[in-house]
């Protein structure tokens, strides 16, 4: 059974950093996707890595600021986010796929075949 955990959400001040963690249990190779979603838009994609051979994706909204890593031993995938921007407000979602090639695409919602829980992001002016 795939599992994805993300945690790591809080309040935080504009210009101040945050680490999200997503657990990941059940798959061997696999792409991991970091999506978010603000009220009343749409879920958008952030970040996402691929656990074979590192490829990563950004949304050029957060190129630059966010940093996301895998470490495989420990089957966790990090997004650093820095610089954080009240517009970074949202429920922040991680989502896998068993086709790590996915990320040469950017990791398309429709491509994300497994879904974790979200964890809020908070950005505070």
């Known amino acids: 059974e795939v599992q994805l955990q993300a945690f790591g959400g809080g309040l935080v001040q504009a210009g101040g950093f945050l680490r999200l963690s997503c657990a990941v249990s059940?798959?061997?190779?696999?792409?991991i996707a970091w999506f978010r979603q603000a009220p009343g838009k749409e879920r958008e994609g952030v970040s996402c890595?691929?656990?074979?051979?590192?490829?990563?994706y950004y949304a050029n909204s957060v190129k630059g600021r966010f940093t996301i890593s895998s470490d495989n031993f420990k089957n966790t995938v990090y997004l650093f986010m820095n610089s954080l921007k009240l517009e970074d407000t949202a429920v922040y979602y991680c989502?896998?796929?068993?086709?790590?090639?996915?990320?040469?695409?950017?990791?398309?919602?429709?491509?994300?075949?497994?879904w974790g829980k979200g964890t809020q992001v908070t950005v505070s002016s």
């Open positions: 989502a896998a796929d068993r086709s790590p090639k996915v990320v040469a695409y950017g990791c398309p919602v429709s491509g994300m075949h497994y």
């Open positions: 059940g798959l061997d190779d696999y792409a």
């Open positions: 890595i691929s656990s074979v051979d590192g490829m990563t």
